[in-house]
């Protein structure tokens, strides 16, 4: 049971980057995912999560608008879409689950090793 995530990088303020937290050994779609992210010195945030079924989804304040989570069944993929990032979206991304059907996703029982993203011009 693992999951993974990739996609991160270094991009321009106003740029885009798509993260993708594949899973394997379990059925992702049958569970939310949540985006999270810790920046240096600050403490981890939940960024963005999507519900099982539904697919419902929710966005920090901060991202609403520039963001958009979603998942891909057939490849127990889900994606982070995130436009016109700014230098404050500075942070590493984690996924998460926590093998329940609904948001919030509680951080801390299946989580990605983190892939970094770096804003700055």
């Known amino acids: 049971v693992q999951l993974q995530a990739s996609g991160g990088g270094l991009v321009q303020p106003g740029g885009s980057l798509r993260l993708s937290c594949a899973a394997s050994g379990f059925t992702l779609d049958y569970y939310a995912v949540g985006w999270f992210r810790q920046a240096p010195g600050k403490e981890r945030e939940a960024a963005s999560c999507?519900?099982?079924?539904?697919?419902?989804?929710y966005y920090v304040d901060s991202v609403k608008g520039r963001f958009t989570i979603s998942r891909d069944n057939a490849k127990n993929t889900v994606y982070l879409l995130m436009n016109s990032l700014k230098p404050e979206d500075t942070a590493v991304y984690y996924c998460?689950?926590?093998?329940?059907?609904?948001?919030?996703?509680?951080?801390?029982?299946?989580w990605g090793q983190g892939t970094q993203v770096t804003v700055s011009s």
């Open positions: 999507i519900t099982s079924a539904a697919g419902t989804v």
């Open positions: 998460a689950t926590d093998f329940g059907g609904v948001c919030p996703v509680r951080f801390g029982i299946s």
